[in-house]
């Protein structure tokens, strides 16, 4: 089943804007995690964020964590072209997996960014 | 290595032929993942090890599939008698210790075509 789902599924803007995706999830878990995957590359770690914390920053990058709703959301600042690619949510399942276990993916959110 | 090494990058099948795709982890990380991506989907999971052993084999889509990991680096993913609903992206990804200590790093994947 699957664990991750992201919000959009697409999502067009223009450079210099922000782009906001949003993941949900089903179960309790220990992190949630983002990733980036260029159009056919492997996936790129950009955040983790513990189930303790309800906000992270990374450069132009923030997340949020809501365990109360099982939601995440991915905020990108003034984007850029480069930009351009899937954007994946990641859980574990804190039930099962009290420790090590495998993360499930969400379908991802394809960005496009336009100079 | 620097980085998850798999091979081959492309392999082109005719259906019914056997298939090993292999994967080459980071050097020291305990944790070894495959996943499959179809075209313009999110990831589905396949597999985990830790160590040579694997915790985790509940994705593996049919009796077809099989992997093993030996000396606690180099994992064999084996597909026999292939079918055309076999052809994707086959990800894999190791980390230090488990998703609950950090990130996944992937590799560039092997994409599988069954003719």
């Known amino acids: 089943s699957q664990q991750g789902e992201e919000d959009p599924q697409a999502l067009s803007i223009q450079e210099g804007e922000n782009a906001t995706m949003n993941c949900s999830y089903k179960t309790s878990i220990n992190n949630l995690q983002w990733y980036r995957q260029n159009s056919g590359r492997g996936l790129v770690h950009l955040i983790l964020?513990?189930?303790?914390?309800r906000e992270k920053h990374s450069g132009r990058l923030r997340v949020t964590l809501d365990t109360s709703k099982k939601s995440s959301s991915l905020l990108i600042t003034a984007s850029r072209a480069a930009d351009t690619a899937s954007y994946f949510c990641a859980t574990d399942d804190r039930l099962i997996y009290n420790q090590g276990g495998k993360l499930i993916f969400g379908q991802g959110t394809e960005l496009s960014v336009k100079p | 290595g620097a980085g998850v090494s798999q091979s081959p990058s492309n392999k082109v099948t005719e259906k019914g032929k056997d298939v090993e795709l292999r994967c080459d982890p980071i050097s020291g990380h305990t944790a070894l993942y495959w996943y499959r991506q179809s075209l313009g989907q999110g990831l589905e999971f396949l597999i985990y090890?830790?160590?040579?052993?694997?915790?985790?084999k509940s994705g593996l889509p049919s009796d077809r599939f099989s992997a093993e990991r030996t000396g606690g680096s180099v994992s064999t993913l084996t597909i026999q008698r292939t079918q055309q609903e076999d052809s994707a992206v086959y990800l894999c990804?190791?980390?230090?210790?488990?998703?609950?200590?950090?990130?996944?790093?992937f590799g560039e994947g092997s994409r599988l075509t069954v003719l």
């Open positions: 090890f830790q160590g040579n052993s694997a915790p985790d």
């Open positions: 990804a190791s980390s230090y210790l488990s998703v609950n200590t950090g990130e996944l790093f």
């Open positions: 964020i513990r189930s303790n914390e």
